[in-house]
T-cell receptor, first 112, second 114 residues
Framework: SQKIEQNSEALNIQEGKTATLTCNYT??????LQWYRQDPGRGPVFLLL?????KEKRKERLKVTFDTTLKQSLFHITASQPADSATYLC???????????FGKGTMLLVSP | DVKVTQSSRYLVKRTGEKVFLECVQD?????MFWYRQDPGLGLRLIYF???????EKGDIPEGYSVSREKKERFSLILESASTNQTSMYLC?????????????FGPGTRLTVL
């Protein structure tokens, strides 16, 4: 069966360190993989998209990698800040479809 | 600033009531979506629409219907609300024809069915 797995346990890190979040998938062939940020009680906000033929994408302090062999995406936040504390969701889009399938998200807590 | 708005942030209804959740976007997007989000289950797609008067079932359409009479407005209807429909409901929109298909979400409606 199809599965998207994100670490259900919260990730706690110290301010200034790099946070790395993982998204693994099974039985998907995603054309695109997206990352969203969600704050408590709010809707998700789009952060980054990476295509199947791209290995890495960067935007300011954010970096996403996509390994279709390992069926995994890593999401990095460098020089993390307490304001980065939120839940981060990955979402897959398979070729030919326009609906996203979301992972359950990983909560990130950045301590001062 | 692009916007997706939802009619209520919080709603309390009784079992058996008919419930309407409204979503409006000002971005002229073709695609609109309704999700529900529950702890431990994540975001699940209820219905979506590619155009006016068009609708497609998502992963969990049972107990819900939708209406899209105008491009900017997408309504989710609970014909007879039940307690297991207590949830956070999120509306989203995206432009068609764009390869990115990034979705823009509204703030959500937290529905409680008593």
């Amino acid at each position: 069966s199809q599965k998207i797995e994100q670490n259900s346990e919260a990730l706690n890190i110290q301010e200034g360190k790099t946070a790395t979040l993982t998204c693994n998938y099974t039985n998907y062939s995603p054309a695109y993989l997206q990352w969203y940020r969600q704050d408590p009680g709010r809707g998700p906000v789009f952060l980054l998209l990476i295509r199947e033929n791209e290995k890495e994408k960067r935007k300011e302090r954010l970096k996403v990698t996509f390994d279709t062999t390992l069926k995994q995406s890593l999401f990095h936040i460098t020089a993390s800040q307490p304001a980065d504390s939120a839940t981060y969701l990955c979402a897959l889009l398979e070729g030919g479809y326009s609906t996203l399938t979301f992972g359950k998200g990983t909560m990130l807590l950045v301590s001062p | 600033d692009v916007k997706v708005t939802q009619s209520s942030r919080y709603l309390v209804k009784r079992t058996g009531e008919k419930v309407f959740l409204e979503c409006v976007q000002d971005m002229d997007h073709e695609n609109m979506f309704w999700y529900r989000q529950d702890p431990g289950l994540g975001l699940r797609l209820i219905y979506f629409s590619y155009d006016v008067k068009m609708k497609e079932k998502g992963d969990i359409p049972e107990g819900y219907s939708v209406s899209r009479e105008k491009k900017e407005r997408f309504s989710l209807i609970l014909e007879s609300a039940s307690t297991n429909q207590t949830s956070m409901y999120l509306c989203a929109s995206s432009p068609s024809g764009r390869a990115s298909y990034e979705q823009f979400f509204g703030p959500g409606t937290r529905l409680t069915v008593l």
